[in-house]
Nanobody
Framework: QVQLVESGGGLVQAGGSLRLACAAS????????MGWFRQAPGKEREFVAT???????YYADSVMGRFTISRDNAKNTVYLQMNSLKPEDMAAYYC???????????????????WGQGTQVTVSS
């Protein structure tokens, strides 16, 4: 079973930047589609960004132009570079893997079969 461990969360002022990382176990990481989701208190988990096994990316409208998802298959790691952070970006951020559907863009949580424990991002105004 794939295990995912996120890191890089923290406290940042509005307008600042953070880079999240998600390290995955398994020897076939390059075949996974990887995604980032976030969940604020009292809200449902929402899609942020995804990258397919082929490197195709897709973003939620709310983060387009500010966030960048990337992957390093040699390190079994996916990243989320977050720039121009806003207070509304504050949430727990979760990394997810779709281990058998790596070639297509996936935006629904139910389409992913492995999840990390989450990392908190706090944005002060």
């Amino acid at each position: 079973q794939v295990q995912l461990v996120e890191s890089g969360g923290g406290l940042v002022q509005a307008g600042g930047s953070l880079r999240l990382a998600c390290a995955a176990s398994g020897r076939t990481f390059s075949s996974y589609s990887m995604g980032w989701f976030r969940q604020a208190p009292g809200k449902e988990r929402e899609f942020v960004a995804t990258i397919t096994s082929g490197g195709t990316t897709y973003y939620a409208d709310s983060v387009m132009g500010r966030f960048t998802i990337s992957r390093d298959n040699a390190k079994n790691t996916v990243y989320l570079q977050m720039n121009s952070l806003k207070p509304e970006d504050m949430a727990a951020y979760y990394c997810a893997a779709a281990t058998s559907r790596g070639y297509i863009i996936l935006v629904a949580p139910r389409q992913y079969d492995a999840w990390g424990q989450g990392t908190q991002v706090t944005v002060s105004s």
